[in-house]
């Protein structure tokens, strides 16, 4: 019985240490498709069940943890800046105002499926252009959901958060963590 | 004119580099004294400006950053713990409530003094014992003011916070990169 983590992401892999030393990580090359009509917090935690059950599969009587987060403003998600201009159109949208970032997590353990998603609000400061171009040249954006990374340099535009601040990194760690020791998954 | 972290925090070394790569440490020994009657925000600014101006005496011209931080619960300031049960006594007044995180900051720039204090709120889930003898078990409470540090295993402590994360952790990188960047420090 080993504990798998179905997540390609060396933040999630770091933040899963907390909770465990004790798992290994397989990723499956799932299509990622979700109905555009699913509010993001649906979005989430079926892109996180997607994400689990292509592991799962292969791995019976093991226990998949799998995740997956997005940042959200007025409701709509942003994903990964396709260009720099793009980092800077959502850099600009997410200036001076508060978004929410929202991570689904699945957890399969024992033939049982407990899904979640945590909610953290990110209230930005009001950004100059310019400091957001000096963002942008550090690299940073261009893999970053919401084009930011707030456990990296990006924490210099984040004035505030309201909830988990790991929720924000990748995984809500401290929740996931309660919920597989309740399931004696750990 | 060079730029100084007066801090011997492994922790804020690190938040420091998200301002600049371009600093050195150096750390006085003086003598920690404050007024009992002061506020905790009115105590870490006072022991920032003590231990900054100990150390800008030996560096005229050069920008002195220092911090200091506590953790308050009821108004009362939580030190390091002195030992296992004092860590426990600590981590069970905690447990199922919030508290606070201020950290003082004073920037010695140009023959001005800036100081400011931030402050976080911090809400622990409800701990059992056993969790937390398993949290001391890590060793991780013995340096940590409150007896825990989020920046570790004690992540799966806390449920959720308000304000900003790396204040908890020791620096509140982003007001001071404001700071010194109002002050054009950087």
Chains 1, 2 share one sequence.
Do not use: W
């Not at 990194?169 to 309740?182: C, D, F, N, Q």
């Amino acid at each position: 019985m080993a504990i798998i983590l179905a997540s390609a992401s060396p933040r999630r892999r770091e933040l899963m240490k907390f909770i465990t030393e004790d798992f290994t990580v397989k990723v499956s090359d799932v299509r990622e498709i979700t109905d555009p009509d699913l509010s993001p917090e649906e979005t989430v935690k079926s892109l996180a069940v997607i994400k689990g059950e292509a592991v799962a599969g292969n791995c019976p009587g093991d226990t998949v943890i799998s995740a997956d987060t997005v940042v959200v403003l007025d409701g709509k998600i942003l994903g990964k800046p396709k260009n720099e201009e793009d980092a800077f159109s959502m850099l600009c949208a997410l200036s001076g105002r508060t978004h929410e970032v929202f991570t689904g997590v699945c957890i399969i353990h024992g033939g049982k499926k407990t899904v979640f998603a945590e909610r953290t609000e990110v209230s930005f400061y009001s950004l100059s252009d310019e400091e957001i171009r000096t963002y942008i040249a550090t690299g940073e954006p261009s893999d970053k959901a919401g084009a930011y990374g707030i456990q990296g340099k990006g924490c210099t535009l984040v004035k505030s958060i309201n909830g988990d601040y790991n929720n924000v990194v990748g995984l809500p760690v401290s929740k996931l963590y309660r919920i597989m020791k309740e399931s004696s998954a750990i």
